[in-house]
């Protein structure tokens, strides 16, 4: 598995098709100059992304950087109410905790499994990187997460996992998405 290749679950958020995984009929609650706010706030750090970065390419540099402008445009989305009404600024910061991880504390667990590489990892790989042609997250999420987690425990330890399997049960709930046959 590439580099970083699992925080592609959470980059899916950037997919303009998904917004944030905020359900649709949530934005329309939005007027002008707030969605317009919003996306200013968010241009600096969907920038970073153009010409989709490379995750296998990630420095930590890199992840900082991005981690920066991330906790900068979560602090300017929640100044304006109709986000923090949707939860976009809690599924936005949700992105930048996964950054902040996959930048930090889980590099030694990813040297780990890139030397021991699981077959479903590889697999879960494939997808991740095809994820424009992700339907709904709870796909993604309901398919890999058996294989992300029993595999991460297995080479690295639960503490590896936890931090992840959090950040993924915060998703479903602030983005109010339900994926069937997931603890959670």
Known sequence: MRFYSILSIFLICLNENSAFFIPPSNFEKC?????????????????????????ANMTRARGIRIVDECRNATTCIAQFPCATNVQLDKVFGLLCDAFSYFSTDF??????????????????EKTLLKSDSIDHPCELISKHKPCLESEITNICGEEYWKPLDNTLNKLQKYAQIKCPNLDN
């Open 31 to 55: 007027g002008f100059e707030d969605s317009l706010g919003i996306i200013l706030c968010i241009v600096p750090v969907t920038s970073l992304f153009e010409g989709n970065i490379n995750l």
């Open 107 to 124: 590099a030694p667990c990813q040297k780990k499994i890139l030397a021991q590489m699981p077959p479903c990892m590889r697999k879960a």
